[in-house]
């Protein structure tokens, strides 16, 4: 065991039982003419956290440990689109419809692949999930317990939207959960601000937060 410093205690870190999940870091959220500024946001906030995800991929990849990468999307016949979900709010585009980037947040659209730089590698599990949560509609939580993962890492976009949906579920189904501060970010400061105070509040309800460096620190140790 390797503790990780972290918020609000020391993150009792196994490193065979560990796993980075790195969620929705998509053109689609991070790009203009995609989802994310489809429904009104300055995407610029997302790009600006790629070089702390990225750090944090290379330090798993590094250390032996699994990265899997989920992404938001649905069936080019939106079977899998609920109208709720299609028709919520007054967006400039909706889910499905064709954008600069091509149909939105629909798999094998440009616009819905994972930024180049943060691209999966070979041997690493991609989710694709038509949810906010990773776990929902989705195999990962058999894909975790096959591989004995019982704690998890977390990144990627937006903070309070599918990562603290994501690590709620992962909560709920027995994983301990770690945000990487640096490495996740929303469209709205206080929102990140507000998700990563509640996460860790109530003696880690949710979970534990912590700095990137001492993450990667941690795991090479
Ligand atoms: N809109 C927003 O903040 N997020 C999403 O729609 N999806 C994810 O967080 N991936």
Known sequence: MVDIKAEPFAFPARPKQLALIVIDMQRDFAEPGGFGESLGNDVSRI???????KRLIQGFRKAGLPVIHTMECHRPDLSDLPPAKRDRGNPLLRIGDEGPMGRILIAGEPGTAILPQLAPIDGEVV?????????????LDDILKRRTITQLVFAGVTTEVCVQTTMREANDRGY???LAEEATESY??????AA???????????????HVDDILEAIHA
């Open 176 to 178: 301990e959960c770690l």
């Open 196 to 210: 990563i105070a509640m996460i860790r509040a109530q003696g880690a309800i949710v979970g534990w937060t912590a």
């Open 47 to 53: 790009t600006k956290i790629v070089p702390d995800v």
């Open 188 to 193: 709205f400061p206080e929102f990140k601000a």
């Open 127 to 139: 989710i694709e999930k038509p949810g906010k949560g990773a776990f929902y509609a989705t195999d």
